[in-house]
Every structure is written in structure tokens, then in C-alpha cells.
């Protein structure tokens, strides 16, 4: 049923005041819950430890190399490493976003680029997920900016996404945000009645997040009534904070949130205990590992530079004939 008759579900949740439910406050959740909470048998640090370990081969670290040689290289920097068809990163943006060492914030493209390849990996009618670009965030967080502009990105995706395959039909919506330069994920479990978010830093109950909540889900609520139309019966959500893995204050970088963002994206699941799938110690080496998954991806359309990043032997001719080390180098 349309809005158009109906009282929008932005105004009923205006009318109660926003008091939607919160799975970690003890409040009875008003529909069937299908999220993973561990529970104290889970939470034994023993039993819950992650073991997981990253794995890749002497190729995967020469193609690490080679990106990090040609991201600073003025010849190849501005150059597109990696076009999904139209959702394109340049050498520089990936192998800074991606760098060990001199480590920045993962840019926007990156990580709309990994949305592009896990929405053609498995498309939404398999999937039953929508993964949207981060500048659908923008508008529901209301980052600086033309609010015009982000309106009309977010209207695009908004529909854009429900004609490949129908919001109502779908499990969850993944909406990577970028905050004050800290990355973090809000999703939409349309079907299980739940607003996640996915934060390696911050939780439930530190300010940042309860100032981001009360923004972008009122925001999303308002651009579910323009953009989709459909009620829907929100007010009845229940507000969710994943436990995930977070960044550890022994491997802690400002500008790993994005990394751990990316992992969330690839592999969040309601039905998955995500503390046990990475551990914060290894996001160095799953940096090494997106270079090749990203760039060696089918769907990248780059193959000259497939075949650039894959011949370390030239590369490396051409670091010694310039006597250029750069700074960024593999220290395994």
C-alpha cells in the first residue's frame, strides 16, 4: 500500500518519538529474532577465541608491491586500475586506501567499488541483499556538502536498487558510512525487522554512535517514503548493535576502520558469529589480500592493468633504473 493514502512512516515514528526497541537494553523485541547474539557460552574467551588466519601467496604479495610502486608512479597514478563497469578506482586511490604503512582513510571509490563486485557476485535476486554506495550515506547522515546533490544520488540508488530487485523482497540493505573520516556500517534487515549497526570503534552507547543513529534512521525512514512509497512498519524496529570484531588498542590505526568496514560488508550475516571470522591483528595482511581480489576480480574490466600489476619483474626493472624505493615497500 502506497503512502500517498497513508499516514508516512516517517510520521509515525515521529508520533512515538523515535523509542524504538534495542536488542542489548532488555527490551522485548516485537517480532521473531533471527540476529546472532552470542551468548555466555559464546562469550568465554577460550571458546570464542578467533583462530582464523590470513593465507596468500608469494604473487598475491608481488601484486601488492607492484600496486604500491605504480600508486606513486606519476605515469600510472591517475590511471583506472579497476572499472566494474562505470564504478571505476585509480592506482593511487586503491594503493593508498590499501597501504600498510602510510596509511590514510580508505576512499570512498574503494569502497564503492567493493559494493559494485559483491552486488555482481551475487546478484540481488540470488543474494536477496543491496549493497549501496557510501554517498546514499551521505544523505542519510547528512555529511557536509550540496544536500540537493546527495538527495538526488541517494533518490538514484534508492530506485535504481528496488527496480534490480524489490525492497520488499529483499533481506537486508548495507549502507557503508563515512563520519567525521570513521567508517562504519548501518543495515536495514527489512524481513527480520532490525536497524544494525557494524562499528570496529565505537558502540552502542558512545556519543558518536548515538548521535549517528538519531540522524540516519529518521533520515532513511523519510527517504523510504519519497524514493519507495511503500508502508512499511518501521516503528516496530529494533535497534542492534552487532557484535563484530573491533579494532584491538595492540594493532589500533585510525584508518583501519575502513578495512574493517569492508570485512563487514563481504561478510556479514545474521546467522554468522562474526567474532570468530578475522581477528584485528591480521588487517594488514587482509589489505595485501583485497589488491588481488579487487583487481584480479572477473568483473574488472581493466585488463591492461591486470597485466601491469602481475609482471613484478618490470616493475622492479623499472624501480632500479630509477633507484626508486617506495616508501610503502613489503616488509613480511
Known sequence: MYNDDQVSCLKILEVIGFKLGSSSKGDVPRRKRRILVPNSYFRDFEVNKCTARIHFSVNEKLAYECLMFYSVSPQHSKEVVINYGKVCVTFHELGSSLSRTDKVPVHSHVINALCRKLFKDRHPSVSRRH????????????????????????????RFANQCFSFMSSDLLFFPICHENHWFVFIVAIRDGYFVFLDSCFGENHYFQEKARS????????????????????????????????????????????????????????????????????????????????IFSKHDEM??????????????????????????????
Open 215 to 294: 540522524v540516519i534512521i529518521p533520515n532513511f525512514v523519510k527517504a523510504w517514503d519519497e524514493f519507495i512509497g511503500y508502508n512499511y512498519e518501521f516503528e516496530d524496529f529494533i535497534i542492534h548493535y552487532a557484535p563484530v570484531p573491533k579494532q584491538d588498542i595492540e594493532y589500533w590505526s585510525k584508518h583501519d576502520d575502513g578495512i574493517f568496514v569492508m570485512k563487514y560488508l563481504e561478510l556479514w550475516d545474521p546467522y554468522m558469529n562474526m567474532m570468530v571470522q578475522f581477528q584485528p591483528s591480521s588487517i594488514n595482511d587482509i589489505r595485501v589480500k583485497y589488491v588481488s581480489e579487487m
Open 131 to 158: 549493497y549501496f554506495f557510501s554517498t546514499a550515506g551521505d544523505y542519510l547522515i547528512r555529511n557536509e556538502g550540496n544536500l540537493n546533490y546527495h538527495k538526488n544520488n541517494c533518490e538514484r540508488c534508492f
Open 303 to 332: 585488463n591492461s592493468a591486470k597485466e601491469l600489476i602481475s609482471n613484478f619483474e618490470a616493475m622492479n626493472n623499472i624501480r632500479m633504473s630509477a633507484n626508486f624505493q617506495p616508501a610503502s615497500s613489503l616488509n613480511f
